[in-house]
């Protein structure tokens, strides 16, 4: 079913699933160091990008000289996690959901509410985004696939969410702010997520970690006596095709 969602956002979406109305987040793609493109992992898994570029329709290099062929492999960022990561996390990463409430911060396409849906037991689970035209396009799968009974999607701020912060057993957050938000602005939403995340047990998921996200950020957060990682398995998926590099960036945090 989620390769059908897949398909449905693909026919709605660019192909490089970024909205005009996202302004910083495609300047901060631009601004990179190494040329990069924005590749949705959960539209787009590696056979389909391999066909696209078969068609022409997309590539994995670009030209270090203008007009000559030497090519360097473009960088690659998705906001979104794959099927595959989606999996690790509901079946490796997080405990039985049943009964629990599973907040997404930044839901953007849905992909965390539709695979909770369809790979936990989460009795209700919330996505909060800031964009009102993916808002829209989470509606529009919640309604087709029926899953307006454990799913509501939230066209809100983090910041102005603070009792649902308060109530989540779980929260995920991917790639949420760096992109979106300028550092004052992020180091904001941080230091609310830090006040509002505070009940004991409750877990929170975070691509890259809560290390690598704060740092450079002028916040004043003790991450030690907030939370506790729990160390994950990597190595679930013997198969070699696997990205472990992606499952590595995958981090499981406790409340304390």
């Known amino acids: 079913m989620l390769k059908n969602i897949a398909e449905d956002l693909r026919n709605c979406l660019p192909l490089e699933t970024m909205l005009s109305s996202e302004h910083l987040a495609l300047q901060k793609i631009q601004q990179q160091p190494e040329p990069t493109v924005h590749v949705d992992a959960f539209l787009y898994d590696e056979d389909f990008i391999d066909s696209l570029c078969e068609e022409g329709k997309m590539s994995r290099n670009y030209c270090t000289v203008c007009g000559s062929h030497q090519t360097a492999p473009l960088g690659f960022i998705s906001h979104s996690f794959s099927l595959m990561e989606l999996k690790f996390i509901y079946h490796h990463v997080l405990p039985d959901l049943s009964e629990k409430i ?142 472990r590099e992606a499952l590595k960036q995958i981090h499981l945090y406790k409340i304390l």
């Not at 160390?231 to 013997?238: A, E, G, K, W």
């Open 102 to 243: 599973l907040v997404d911060v930044g839901s953007r396409l849905g992909t965390v509410l539709y695979g909770g849906y369809l790979y936990s037991s989460a009795s209700q689970l919330y996505g909060v985004e800031l964009n009102g035209d993916f808002c829209q396009l989470q509606e529009m799968v919640i309604k087709k696939y029926q899953f307006t009974d454990r799913i509501k999607v939230l066209h809100a701020d983090i910041c102005t969410q603070g009792s649902l912060l308060q109530n989540a057993d779980i929260i995920i957050m991917n790639n949420v702010f760096e992109y979106f938000l300028n550092e004052a602005e992020q180091a904001r939403a941080w230091d609310y997520i830090s006040h509002n995340v505070r009940r004991r047990g409750s877990l929170l998921v975070t691509v890259p970690s809560l290390e690598e996200s704060l740092s450079g950020l002028q916040v004043n957060i003790q991450l030690s006596s907030w939370v506790d990682e729990v160390p994950l398995n990597y190595d679930v998926y013997p198969e070699k095709d696997i990205d």
